[in-house]
């Protein structure tokens, strides 16, 4: 688990609750309080000036406003492998992503990422990431 802006005791007793029988998550400190969202529950994030929004599976959007870089809130989802940042201001789980043209990264949700570099790396990974999950795609 990963805490973003999140007080140290608070922060232990959701990632006791939350790991590892639901998986990683990451404990955010939004407006209505102390979340954990576990991974498999997001389906992408988003950065706007400096704030950080955490779009869920459920249709749901968990807000961070950022004192740290976006860097540092996206590194612990980037190290865990489902996750691709297709541009500077997006990180996207691979599980939630149904389709890759030459300008972005279009989610199951109908939303979009952009994905300036979608003929490189970027596509070879969503490939990759397919055919590990052998998903056909539509």
Known sequence: SAAAGAPAGAFGLLARATEPEYGPSVTVNTAEGLRALPYAGIEYLECTHHIVHFHLTSGEAATLSLRVPFSAVAQPLLADG?????????????????????????????????????????????????????????
């Open 82 to 138: 489902r996750f691709l940042q297709p541009h500077r201001s997006y990180v996207v789980n691979l599980a939630e992503a149904d389709l890759l043209s030459a300008g972005e990264l279009r989610m199951r949700s109908g939303a979009a990422s952009p994905s300036p570099r979608a003929g490189g790396c970027r596509a070879g990974r969503f490939q990759q990431w397919v055919q590990q999950q052998k998903y056909s795609l539509k």
